[in-house]
């Protein structure tokens, strides 16, 4: 189990737009920390800047970007890295996280793309990585991605992903909701991945709602409440490698926020379950 200590703490919510006014307005908002996505307030002066600039002032902030495209067989954009690290500084961010995946080539493709499960693979995704990291100056984050097909696959899923942890010497943002996406679209043992994942690695992790397409296709959407399996892999998670800060990710049909809330509590009372039975066996 991790021992050492965590950027954030607790449970935290996705800031958007949407709701920044209404959060404001609360003396004591019921989140320990926000994360917003870079690209989409780098450089934003006059109203909204100041917005955000007061969020990162009164809520630790982590960044999780949308751009990076590590899997992207273009060279990496480096001066689109030195924009995202004076973000970065700016805002006293904790920690920045990108999907794995790539979303660019000739030009952007506005998806977020899954990359082929490789030994090559690996090693020029963790070259990337390692740039990027080298440009930061901090460690980069990433994330395991929800995907619908798996071309030229010659290696496991978490095998690819541990894989690309170690060479780069990266931290996870493990997506719980995702896992469960893939271990029903593809078929594996949901508990298994989470299993096989080194603990030290995992920096925080993201839960989230989803659609069922059909019996055995979901779509990872962000835009519906978290289905109690989710919750049931979260409670494992946590039972696994220990009580880690978890993050509520709404991105469409966002509901009011007492119900945002509502789920936010919902992971801060598994943490306190898990912190009690933690407690009472050490």
Not at 135 to 153: D, H, K, M, T, W
Not at 156 to 181: G, Q, R, S, W
């Amino acid at each position: 189990m991790r021992k050492q200590g965590y950027a954030v703490n607790g449970a935290g919510l996705g800031l958007r737009r949407s709701f920044i006014d209404e959060i404001m307005q609360l003396d004591h908002p019921p989140i320990d920390f926000i994360e917003v996505a870079p690209e989409n307030w780098m450089e934003m002066g006059g109203r909204l800047g100041k917005k955000l600039q007061a969020f990162s002032e009164h809520f630790p902030m982590l960044c999780h970007g949308l751009s990076l495209s590590l899997g992207s067989p273009a060279p990496l954009d480096e001066a689109f890295v030195k924009r995202i690290k004076h973000f970065l500084d700016q805002h006293q961010v904790r920690l920045y996280s990108e999907h794995l995946s790539y979303c660019s080539d000739e030009g952007h493709l506005y998806d977020l793309m899954p990359i082929p499960f490789t030994d090559e693979a690996v090693e020029h995704v963790a070259e990337r990585i390692l740039r990027v990291q080298d440009i930061l100056q901090r460690r980069l984050i990433i994330e395991n991605v929800s995907y619908y097909a798996a071309p030229g696959r010659q290696i496991d899923e978490i095998e690819f992903i541990n894989a690309i942890l170690e060479k780069a010497d990266c931290e996870l943002l493990l997506d719980v909701n995702n896992v469960y996406v893939n271990s029903i679209n593809h078929g594996y043992d949901a508990k298994a991945y989470i299993d096989a994942i080194n603990s030290k690695r995992i920096a925080y992790m993201h839960i989230a709602g989803h659609y069922n397409e059909a019996e055995d296709l979901i779509i990872d959407t962000h835009g519906a409440d978290v289905i109690d399996p989710v919750w049931r892999l979260l409670e494992h998670t946590y039972q696994q490698h220990g009580v880690i800060p978890t993050l509520l990710e709404r991105d469409f049909n966002i509901p009011d926020l007492s119900t945002l809330f509502d789920e936010v509590g919902h992971i801060r009372y598994i943490q306190s379950q898990y912190r009690s039975e933690h407690a009472a066996s050490a």
